[in-house]
């Protein structure tokens, strides 16, 4: 199949390579001249733009930072839409605002597009490795036309509903996920100050009631998880920046409905402080630092 995948940062470019390892034809647009020519070598075909990536597409796959990029790829002059043939079915893999992508969603329906959002779970890891979590948000046929082609860059793709509702997910997750790393590093950091060996503690946790993917496989306190960010400094993984992001995106949203997320407040409140202390580029179970003595 002949893809327009734009967008080739952390998570785009071990995605695209995937794709590229799977057969497929992929026409690339990315700022990163340097990750263009590295996927071109791969034989990935090099776009001046993404109007100029989705004219050559059977089938568009965007992955951006954030709502504002996504806008501006798919409707600025040179975005996607003005390039697109009708008929041509696209993807979102952004984590983005629910409105934004349907909205987007909206722009593209009025030029015959049908167009949904997949926003992933899984992180950098899961991309190079094709192990991600798809959240899909579109119509059941759109649905059955992307799954194939997800398949080859993930292992579990879910029809979560209409067009938005992939969002919606993703940013539940994230709440969520948020939350419990912080619950994790106040629990070790308590252990810790009050003489218990933070091994023994991470064990009784994790074959107890407390148990949760950040205390058993994402342990925010080093040496508990060989391959956990912590035990590496707290580099790689899923930046504190983005997770402040996805923070931000779910309290909004939660706004918007007039729905309470009273420990997601707090947990954004936390991270933003992380930010300000100049540790949002590490992962964010560096949250951990705050407790430490």
């Excluded at 600025?76 to 009708?86: C, F, K, P, Q, T």
């Amino acid at each position: 199949m002949r893809i327009a995948f734009v967008g080739l940062g952390n998570m785009g470019a071990p995605m695209a390579r995937n794709l590229l390892k799977a057969g497929h034809e992929l026409h690339l647009f990315d700022l990163n001249t340097t990750v263009l020519a590295e996927l071109a070598e791969l034989g990935g075909q090099i776009a001046l733009s993404p109007r100029d990536a989705a004219a050559q597409g059977d089938l568009v796959i965007t992955m951006l930072p954030a709502a504002a990029h996504v806008r501006s790829v798919y409707l600025n002059e040179d975005g996607v839409l003005a390039g697109i043939r009708a008929g041509t079915p696209a993807v979102d893999c952004s984590t983005i605002d629910p409105q934004t992508a349907r909205d987007i969603s909206a722009a593209a329906a009025k030029q015959g597009i049908d167009l949904g959002d997949a926003p992933v779970s899984g992180g950098t890891g899961g991309a190079q490795a094709g192990t991600l979590t798809f959240m899909v948000g579109a119509t059941p046929a759109l649905f059955a036309t992307l799954k194939p082609v997800l398949e080859q860059m993930g292992r579990n793709i879910v029809h979560c509903g209409e067009v938005g509702t992939g969002q919606i997910a993703k940013i539940c997750n994230n709440l969520l996920l948020g939350i419990s790393m912080i619950g994790v590093a106040e629990a070790m950091a308590l252990g810790d100050a009050l003489g218990i060996d933070t091994g023994v503690l991470a064990g009784i946790i994790n074959s107890s009631t407390g148990r949760c993917w950040s205390s058993d496989t994402y342990n925010p306190w080093p040496g508990i998880v060989e391959t956990a960010p912590a035990s590496r400094g707290y580099s790689g993984g899923f930046g504190a920046e983005l997770m402040l992001k996805d923070l931000g995106l779910a309290t909004e949203a939660a706004k918007q409905a007039r729905q309470p997320v009273v420990l997601g407040a707090v947990a954004q409140q936390l991270y933003q402080a992380m930010s300000l202390r100049g540790d949002g580029g590490l992962d964010f179970s560096a949250i951990v630092k705050a407790y430490q003595r």
